[in-house]
């Protein structure tokens, strides 16, 4: 599936230079046109943020320290008297 600019909808040529550096839109008019819909409030996120899952999110279980599967004993190697 082509993609399209974010704001024109014109089908976009990652390959192409102009594209590259505007990337998602086709061009700086495009990226800049849609700025100013934020801006001016045209644009808005349609549900409230959900604090929980964005606590969440960042909550992740870290690995497990010093679980190493290689069995023996601690300080021991293969060579130890």
């Not at 993609?3 to 990226?31: G, I, M, N, V």
Request: positive net charge; proline residues 7%.
């Amino acid at each position: 599936m082509a993609e399209r600019c974010r704001y024109c909808k014109r089908r976009l040529d990652r390959t192409d230079a102009q594209h590259a550096r505007s990337w998602p839109f086709c061009s700086e008019r495009c990226k800049m046109a849609e700025l100013g819909h934020w801006f001016e409030g045209r644009y808005v996120i349609g549900r409230p943020v959900d604090q929980v899952a964005d606590d969440a999110a960042l909550k992740a279980p870290a690995p497990p320290r010093g679980t190493s599967r290689r069995g023996g004993k601690p300080g021991g190697g293969a060579n130890s008297s």
